[in-house]
Nanobody, 113 residues
Framework: QVQVAESGGGSVQAGGSLRLSCVATGTIFMVGWYRQAPGGQRDLVATITTEGITNYADSVKGRFTISRDAAAKNTVYLQMRNLQPADTAVYYC?????????WGQGTQVTVSS
């Protein structure tokens, strides 16, 4: 059974930065970050594979960076820079293996103008 836990959310002003962390237990091959704004759907933010291949939503390219911890491969970070009010959402970590997809409980990111 894979368990996923996020941390690092908070409140910042526009232009600020935050780093989210995701720790997944068990065997996984891809980790992704998704976000859901109030009244909206859960959208992809970024993903990274065990080989380090990354993918980003167009809205965050150049501002967000997803990476794996060099020592703990099941720890994934989302470095968010130049945050804007439109980035306000609950951010969820998602881990996948051949059997299933697993979600964390989410962490709130609030960006004020």
């Amino acid at each position: 059974q894979v368990q996923v836990a996020e941390s690092g959310g908070g409140s910042v002003q526009a232009g600020g930065s935050l780093r989210l962390s995701c720790v997944a237990t068990g065997t996984i091959f891809m980790v992704g970050w998704y976000r859901q704004a109030p009244g909206g759907q859960r959208d992809l933010v970024a993903t990274i594979t065990t080989e380090g291949i990354t993918n980003y939503a167009d809205s965050v390219k150049g501002r967000f960076t997803i990476s794996r911890d060099a020592a703990a491969k099941n720890t994934v970070y989302l470095q968010m820079r130049n945050l804007q009010p439109a980035d306000t959402a609950v951010y969820y970590c998602n881990a996948k293996n051949v059997l299933n997809t697993y979600w964390g409980q989410g962490t709130q990111v609030t960006v004020s103008s």
